[in-house]
């Protein structure tokens, strides 16, 4: 069965990444706006009603697809772990419940919780969380460059994740913890 699309939803997906990159992106990844209240500023942006943009943002959480090796790794919890993300209540709210993430991993620590969007303080979060204190007992995985070198400032092991073959490649180099 198709579902129309309603006029101005083509422009939400792009409208989302403008934003999240920008101030109200950064705002919402620290909690200071809440899902309704960013979707209601993109809405009325695109001319499209609140219901639709939220319904569209929900639906895009569900269609999450994980990478085929990392997600293995992840799901064999060899060791205790933590997802640790810059993301908006959107991931707590529809991402978690979705995938069961709640149910894979130790502790999740969401930058929308914890008022902070940097990623090292996030990690020592989660290191605690954990029950650890020594952030060379703790490894971040992560896209982002900025991200695994403040990690690495800190101490902290890291891997810059450059896509999924890559990693199924190099994933017996990575550290035993």
Request: aromatic residues 8%; charged residues 25%; contains cysteine.
């Amino acid at each position: 069965m198709d579902v129309a699309v309603p006029e101005g939803l083509s422009q939400l997906d792009r409208c989302v990444s403008r934003a999240r990159a920008g101030d109200v992106g950064s705002a919402w990844n620290r909690g200071e706006l809440n899902f309704e209240e960013f979707a209601s500023r993109l809405a009325t942006d695109v001319g499209i009603g609140i219901d639709d943009a939220c319904a569209h943002m929900q639906r895009c959480c569900v269609s999450i697809r994980f990478f085929e090796h990392a997600w293995a790794r992840a799901c064999a919890h060899s060791m205790p772990q933590a997802i640790v993300t810059v993301n908006p209540d959107l991931f707590t709210r529809f991402v978690v419940p979705n995938h069961e993430l709640n149910t894979g991993f130790d502790t999740i620590v969401t930058s929308w919780q914890e008022g902070t969007e940097d990623k090292a303080e996030l990690c020592a979060i989660a290191l605690e969380r954990l029950g650890g204190s020594d952030s060379a007992e703790a490894m971040l995985i992560d896209n982002i460059e900025a991200n695994v070198d403040a990690w690495r400032a800190r101490g902290g092991q890291a891997y810059l994740f450059a896509g999924d073959a890559e990693f199924a490649r190099s994933e017996l180099a990575l550290p035993a913890f």
